[in-house]
């Protein structure tokens, strides 16, 4: 991230916010509701343009907010399976992901817990270099949280890049933290 501003309808929300993930390295964004963390995941994942400033990726990006991209309608091993097709075959353990015996709810009756979990099982599936997660502990029970806190620690361990987006704390040996209200104009 070099000198980047965002801008959502009439407002400026951050300007000035440059940062550099190596491989293996995380960073926590906090700040406030409506400081802007979920806009700047979205710059950073190409999904929205910077007001000003630039972005730079290196490898694949995999972003997980608070909408699964999985198709509601169909049971969620379907689900997964829609995206094993595009992402290949690399085995996720749905058991350790609290999962294994919900494959044939439809996605729809998930509870907020549980489809969390699903997006994180698509990460997974995934294998992408650079995990982009917008409050990535909403909605998870105790023993889900630190679960996804060790498959961050893995995944950065595995030469990862990892970049947080919330309010809340999340138990990352060696993550940086920047307060975007730090970055407010
Ligand atoms: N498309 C849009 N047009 C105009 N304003 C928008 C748009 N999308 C978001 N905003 C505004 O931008 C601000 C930042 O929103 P954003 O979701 O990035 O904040 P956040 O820090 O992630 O908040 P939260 O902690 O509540 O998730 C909010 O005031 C929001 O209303």
Redo the contacts with the bound molecule.
């Keep these: 991230m070099h000198d980047l501003a965002?801008r959502?309808?009439d407002?400026v929300?951050f300007r000035g916010l440059s940062f550099a993930l190596n491989a293996g390295e995380a960073l926590q964004v906090t700040?406030?509701?409506?400081?802007?963390?979920?806009?700047?995941?979205?710059l950073v994942a190409g999904l929205a343009r910077p007001f000003a400033g630039s972005v730079a990726r290196h490898g694949a990006v995999g972003l997980v907010d608070e909408r699964p991209a999985l198709d509601p309608e169909l049971p969620l091993e379907r689900a997964l399976a829609f995206w094993r097709g595009l992402d290949g075959r690399t085995p996720v353990d749905l058991d350790a992901l609290g999962l294994a015996d919900l494959l044939d709810v439809p996605v729809r009756y998930l509870s907020t817990g549980q489809r969390k979990r699903a997006a994180m099982a698509r990460l997974l599936g995934q294998r992408a270099e650079v995990w982009l997660l917008?409050?990535p502990l909403n909605g998870l029970d105790v023993h889900a949280a630190a679960l996804v806190e060790r498959l961050a620690a893995a995944h950065c361990r595995e030469g990862g890049v990892l970049l947080i987006?919330s309010?809340q704390p999340f138990a990352l040996a060696g993550m940086r933290e920047v307060a975007?209200a730090d970055f407010a104009p």
Excluded at 31 to 42: D, E, F, H, V
């Design positions: 965002c959502r309808g407002r929300l700040g406030t509701n409506g400081t802007g963390k979920s806009s700047l995941l979205r917008d409050e987006a309010h975007l």
